[in-house]
């Protein structure tokens, strides 16, 4: 399976923007996913994930309250909805996703095996 995140581009401030994550090759259903952001000169961070059934989503604190996480099955994708967007969102979004047991916290990038290539998302103040 390989997952490709896709949607990134430059909006302003305040603006809302949709990245998309989707899967070629496999079905992304039941697999928890998550999304993480590396911005120019920082490491890797964690932003969001939903698990398989889209019961639960888990945020950052940064994007909590702003960032919404969301899955549709029958079209293999999901998506992270970035309301109220900050110059600090400004960097490379990464999805990832795995299917295989874990009882760790989906925040760690050990939660998943699989990973995509980024899109870029530029916040200009």
């Known amino acids: 399976v390989q997952l490709q995140a896709s949607g990134g581009g430059w909006v302003q401030a305040g603006m809302s923007l949709r990245l998309s994550c989707a899967a070629s090759?496999?079905?992304?259903?039941?697999?928890?996913v998550g999304w993480f952001r590396q911005a120019p000169g920082k490491e890797r961070e964690f932003v969001a994930a939903?698990?398989?059934?889209?019961?639960?989503?888990y945020y950052s604190d940064s994007v909590k309250g702003r960032f919404t996480a969301s899955r549709d099955n029958p079209k293999n994708t999901v998506y992270l909805h970035m309301n109220s967007a900050r110059p600090e969102d400004t960097a490379i979004y990464y999805c990832?996703?795995?299917?295989?047991?874990?009882?760790?916290?989906?925040?760690?990038?050990?939660?998943?095996?699989?990973w995509g290539q980024g899109t870029l998302v530029t916040v200009s103040s």
């Open positions: 990832a996703g795995d299917s295989s047991g874990y009882s760790g916290v989906y925040s760690s990038p050990r939660a998943y095996a699989y």
């Open positions: 090759g496999g079905t992304l259903s039941g697999w928890r």
């Open positions: 939903i698990r398989w059934d889209g019961g639960s989503a």
